[in-house]
């Protein structure tokens, strides 16, 4: 579980006012109601988002990069990939900061403040599936759609037709944490960050959901990983020379009752070691993703 940074503190306890609740995950975004929504359950210790740590500023554009951001907090607060010119894939516990005509959704920038196209929110889509499974942070399902109020003329990204096997390359983005300190306003980027993973076995993660998540860590055995700030955001791995969408950043992998002590940061494990991560598979999802999105969606197939 990542903790959220002191400075969105203040937007995280705004909601909690309301009557909404922190979910307990990777970045435990405030889930809010959309109409028709069920209530939400309440926070566990350490909730926050995740971001990347051990990466580096982006050498290469990706129009498919999204930024959700709160208009009355600037600021980037979880990720997500463009996979249709309207149409947003993410993580589900992100939902508390998608809320129409108060999330900006910048798509394909570099630059988490200026720089992409601008949109707002017309809908939001969770999966069915959605649940915490317990209050240590475990999940399942965590994924959801996003549909922008227009569409935006940016490329976007294929949704893999599979993940690919353990042991391949990977790659992940996101504007979260670049250092463990979520106090030291350094540590968060302005750049846009990518860092070269791969896929581990599902052994080395706690609690995945085996075939509905990604079990992932650095491609050269270091301390990097996500962390606080990159909720959403895409793992991609290249395909026939072009990047195609697998997972959307979910939460910490490594043992949740350890971590509660103080035994790891985001990028250790709780003996000092390399961490991993969980991804949502979301080509696992691509049926449900498909049934909503449409045409569009197999027409960029």
């Keep these: 579980m990542f903790k959220a940074t002191r400075r969105r503190s203040a937007v995280l306890a705004a909601f909690m006012v309301a009557g909404l609740a922190l979910a307990p995950a990777a970045t435990a975004a405030v889930t809010a ?8 359950t309440a926070a566990a210790p350490g909730a926050g988002r995740p971001a990347i740590i051990g990466g580096r500023d982006v050498k290469e554009p990706y129009s498919f990069m999204v930024s959700f951001q709160l208009r009355r907090e600037p600021g980037h607060h979880c990720g997500g ?21 108060r999330t900006q959704v910048r798509v394909g920038s570099l630059e988490k403040g200026k720089g992409g196209e601008v949109a707002s929110i017309k809908r939001v889509v969770t999966h069915p599936g959605w649940r915490q499974r317990g209050g240590h942070g475990e999940q ?16 976007p990204i294929r949704v893999a037709a599979d993940p690919g096997k353990v042991g391949q390359p990977t790659r992940v983005i996101g504007w979260g944490l670049v250092c463990e300190d979520g106090e030291d306003p350094a540590c968060e980027p302005r ?16 609690d995945l959901a085996r075939g509905a998540e990604l079990c992932t860590g650095d491609s050269r055995g270091r301390a990097a990983s996500a962390c606080n700030g990159d909720s959403g955001g895409p793992q991609i791995r290249m395909v026939a020379g072009r990047w195609e ?10 043992d949740y009752e350890d971590r509660r002590d ?23 999802y691509r049926s449900w993703i498909d049934g909503i999105v449409g045409a569009e969606l197999r027409n960029a197939s």
């Design 33 to 40: 109601a959309a109409p028709g929504a069920g209530a939400v």
């Design 81 to 101: 990939s463009l996979i249709a010119s309207d149409w947003v894939v993410t993580a589900a516990h992100c939902k508390g900061l998608m809320r129409p005509g």
């Design 140 to 155: 399942q399902s965590d994924i959801m759609l996003v549909q922008l109020d227009r569409k935006v003329s940016l490329q």
């Design 191 to 206: 750049q846009l960050q990518e860092l070269d993973t791969v896929r581990v076995t599902d052994g080395k993660c706690s």
């Design 245 to 254: 969408l697998i997972g959307a950043t979910s939460r910490d992998g490594d």
């Design 262 to 284: 103080g035994g790891a940061g985001c990028s250790t494990n709780p003996d000092g070691g390399p961490g991993v991560g969980i991804w949502t598979d979301v080509t696992h």
